[in-house]
């Protein structure tokens, strides 16, 4: 259910979809079973990113400017892709937990810091 917000909300809608379907005999009892797969997450960084010298300055990234406007790259650990903007703006993908989402960008947001590609907003 990739519209899932909260984990609560997805076990509550897991559990209405199965009792619909008991109730059609689509399926016998049992109990649901889910896994979270992949927690997307947005972030601002409110600071502008320099990508062109990111792109040279940091591993396992694709910038191609022509084809899409963001910088990805792909971090080990925790094992997540970040979409980065030029605006400050970041997208986490393939998390499998919101505690990943948090150190990746603390994690992204210190490396910036350090390579100095960040300026802050006017």
């Given at each position: 259910m990739h519209w899932c917000k909260k984990r609560g909300r997805c076990e509550k809608t897991v559990k209405q979809i199965v009792s619909a379907l008991q109730n059609k005999g689509v399926i016998k009892d049992g109990k649901p079973e889910y896994q979270i797969q992949n927690v997307?997450?947005?972030a601002n960084l409110y600071a502008e990113v320099n990508l062109e010298s990111l792109a040279l300055l940091l591993e396992n990234v694709l910038y191609e400017p022509e084809q899409f406007p963001g910088l990805i790259y792909r971090m080990d650990d925790?094992?997540?892709?970040?979409?980065?903007?030029?605006?400050?703006?970041?997208?986490?993908t393939g998390a499998k937990k919101e505690e990943d989402v948090r150190i990746a960008v603390e994690k992204i947001y210190k490396r910036l810091l350090d390579l100095g590609v960040l300026k802050p907003k006017s």
């Open positions: 997307v997450a947005s925790p094992k997540v892709v970040l979409l980065i903007f030029s605006s400050g703006k970041m997208v986490c």
